[in-house]
């Protein structure tokens, strides 16, 4: 290009800088524009197992016939540090009629509540023309959109006791528990049992019913509830099983159901217990004290036998005719003999327990 051309174009360039910048009639006239579009409006989802970021594709278009420089920004109405947006590009060049693609991202922190919605503006302005500055065009478009945040369900179930239940038959019990919202919006919690038809096919039941629902509040927890099983009323054999709670989100059918058991053991009908029957559940050492004491009585009622038999069989000392004394002396009588010494009697017992000697105690 000649010098000459150079400063005919610099001229013209000049001339056109003044006609925009003087005569604001002008630029329509000359067809100068932009245009902004998004495709939709973004929704977060903040569940802490996932929380992606979410992208939006936006359009931006030079409506004029004029070659154009465009830039694009962004703007919350209101902020929220939790919350943040990113700008795949930030200007085009962009010849007349001609249109480019970005992606605006959002990304937010987990556990965001559902309730939270932020206005925000994506503009995009003319900041050039043909090359020539031109900040007081004052050209621009504006996308208004609104994020929100989407709802998930997240539940906890405790037990208020998961130890062991050991019962009789036709017996009932009362299994306490605690609902947990850790979701983000208000949630009607729902617990059931799990594995009914199982309970149920091996004559369990539940007399009030088996399930329960309450509201529970973000991050909160529900007031103790309970469930009242009832056993059995006909068991021949001890019965053990499991009795599965199972707690569920309704703001959220996709949201995993939350599982926890306890231990419910029944015994067998005392009736049905025959003598004996137990004895496998004894131990080594209740075995020989029980045997030590049936031994000990039954030696003791031995001895008694042998002892009786023996005094019936040697007999007491008979009785000596003895002379009474209170009868008074006739007189001139002669005196009475005296009595004859009695010989001292032999010992009754001697010999009594010879007979001990013919048992053999080893055969008791």
Same mark, same amino acid.
């Not at 936006?58 to 004029?66: A, D, H, I, R």
């Not at 500055?133 to 621009?140: A, E, H, K, R």
């Not at 906890?156 to 038959?169: G, K, P, Q």
């Not at 019965?239 to 599965?244: E, G, I, Y």
């Given at each position: 290009?000649?010098r000459?051309?150079r400063a005919v174009l610099?001229v013209g ?8 910048? &003087? ?7 000359l ?6 579009d ?9 569940r802490p197992?996932?929380?992606?970021d979410?992208?939006i594709t936006? *359009? !931006?278009?030079?409506?004029?016939? #004029?070659e154009?420089?465009v830039?694009v920004?962004?703007e919350?109405?209101?902020e929220?540090?939790?919350v943040?947006?990113s700008?795949s590009?930030?200007?085009?060049? #962009? ?5 480019e ?23 995009a302005?003319i900041?050039?023309?043909?090359v020539l ?8 478009a504006?996308?208004?959109g609104?994020l929100t $945040? ?5 539940v ?14 036709s ?5 306490? @528990?605690?609902m947990?919202?850790?979701g983000?919006?208000e949630d009607?919690?729902?617990v059931?049992?799990a ?6 096919s091996a004559?369990f ?5 088996? @399930?329960?629902?309450e509201?529970?509040?973000v991050?909160g927890?529900?007031?103790?509830? *309970?469930?009242?099983?009832r056993?059995?009323s006909?068991v021949?054999?001890e $019965?053990? $099983?499991?009795?599965?709670f199972? +707690?569920?989100? *309704?703001n959220?059918a ?12 029944v015994k067998?009908?005392?009736s049905n217990?025959a003598?004996g029957g ?12 029980y &045997? &030590?004491i049936?031994g000990?009585v039954? !030696?003791f009622? #031995?001895?008694?036998l $042998?002892?009786?038999?023996l005094?019936?069989r040697s ?8 002379t009474?004394i209170?009868?008074p002396t006739?007189p001139?009588?002669?005196?009475? +003999?005296?009595?004859?010494?009695? +010989? &001292?009697p +032999?010992?009754e017992?001697?010999?009594m ?5 013919? @048992?053999?105690?080893d055969?008791?």
């Open positions: 290009m000649t000459s051309s610099a360039l000049l001339l056109l800088s003044l006609l925009l910048a &003087a005569a604001p009639g002008a630029q329509a006239q067809g100068i524009g932009v245009q902004i998004c495709d939709e409006d973004p929704e977060l989802n903040v197992s996932e929380n992606d979410v992208k936006c *359009t !931006v278009k030079n409506t004029g016939q #004029l154009s420089t830039s920004d962004y919350w109405q209101e929220d540090p939790r943040d947006m700008l590009e930030d200007e085009f060049t #962009l010849a007349a009629g001609a249109e693609d970005f992606e605006a991202t959002f990304s937010g922190s987990p556990r965001i509540e559902a309730d939270l919605s932020l206005d925000f503006d994506i503009t302005s900041t050039s023309v043909m500055p031109v900040d007081q065009l004052n050209q621009s504006v996308y208004s609104e $945040v989407a709802t998930f369900g997240m906890d179930l405790t037990l208020t006791d998961r130890s062991t239940r050991n019962l009789e038959v017996e009932e019990v009362s299994i306490g @528990f605690t947990g919202n850790d983000n919006a009607k919690i729902e059931n049992i594995n009914l038809a199982e309970l149920e004559g039941s539940f007399p009030e019913g088996s @399930f329960v629902a509201t529970v509040m991050e927890t529900s007031a103790e509830r *309970t469930l009242v099983l056993t059995p006909d021949t054999d $019965v053990r $099983v499991q009795v599965v199972e +707690a569920t989100s *309704t959220d996709t949201a995993e159901p939350m599982q926890s058991s306890v231990t419910v053991v067998a009908a005392a217990a003598l137990g004895l496998e559940e004894l131990s080594q050492d209740q075995i020989q004290l &045997a &030590a049936g000990g039954v !030696v009622f #031995l001895m008694i $042998v002892i009786g038999r005094v019936r007999g007491g000392p008979e009785l000596e005719d003895v009474d209170d009868e006739m001139g009588a002669m005196p009475a +003999a005296a009595p004859v010494a009695m +010989a &001292a +032999a010992d017992f001697d010999g327990f010879d007979e001990l000697d013919e @048992f053999d105690f055969d008791l």
